[in-house]
C-alpha cells in the first residue's frame, strides 16, 4: 500500500514538475540564425529560456550561463569549446553577449551552444548552433578579372 501511495504522488507531481522545466531556444549571432559572411571579429550572441508547456516561464528566469564556441561539430559535441568557453558566469543576461574568444579569421566556421542555469539551480544544453566569418582581412580578397576579350585578345577593358 506505501508504494502505491508513492506512486499516486510521483504521479500528481509530476505535471508541477514540467511546469518549472526550462529549454534553450533561439541561438543567434548578430541577431541571425546560423549566419554567413559575418564581418564582425567580435560577434554578439543572444539566446532565451522557454517553457516547452507555456509561453511565459512561470517566474523562472536565468541565473547563470556557459557559452562554448568550437571550431568542429566533434568538439562540441564532447563539450570542448577550443575557440571560447567561457566558464560559469552568473548572469541573466541573454542578449548581445559578446565572443570573446580566440581571434576569429576568414571564412572560419564556428559551432556554438549555451548551457543557462535556472533559479533552481538547473542546467540545461541548448541545441547547437552555427555562424562562419566572412573576408576580413584585405588578403582573403582574392579575384581574377571576368569578361570577354578585348581586339587584342587579352581579357579586360580596352
Known amino acids: 500500500m506505501k508504494h502505491l501511495g508513492a506512486l499516486v504522488l510521483a504521479a ?22 546560423n549566419p554567413l559572411g559575418m564581418d564582425v571579429v567580435k560577434p554578439r550572441l543572444s539566446w532565451r529560456m522557454e517553457n516547452p508547456k507555456s509561453d511565459i ?23 570542448q569549446g577550443d575557440l571560447w568557453d567561457s566558464g560559469k558566469v552568473v548572469s541573466d543576461q541573454s542578449i548581445q553577449v559578446e565572443y570573446a574568444g580566440k581571434p576569429l579569421k576568414s571564412r572560419m566556421a564556428c559551432c556554438w551552444q549555451v548551457r543557462v542555469w ?28 571576368i569578361g570577354m576579350a578585348g581586339p587584342e585578345g587579352k581579357r579586360g577593358s580596352p
Not at 533561439?26 to 541571425?32: F, G, K, N, S, T
Not at 562554448?68 to 563539450?79: C, G, R, Y
Not at 533559479?119 to 581574377?144: C, H, I, N, R
Open 12 to 33: 500528481l507531481l509530476a505535471p508541477l514538475t514540467l511546469l518549472h522545466a526550462v529549454t534553450v531556444e533561439d541561438l543567434r549571432c548578430e541577431y541571425r540564425e
Open 57 to 79: 516561464p512561470r517566474g523562472q528566469k536565468q541565473t547563470a550561463y556557459q557559452v562554448l564556441v568550437a571550431s568542429s561539430p566533434e568538439l562540441l559535441a564532447k563539450d
Open 118 to 145: 535556472d533559479m533552481d539551480g538547473k542546467a540545461v544544453w541548448s541545441k547547437p548552433a552555427t555562424f562562419e566569418m566572412g573576408l576580413l582581412e584585405t588578403d582573403a580578397w582574392k579575384a581574377k578579372w
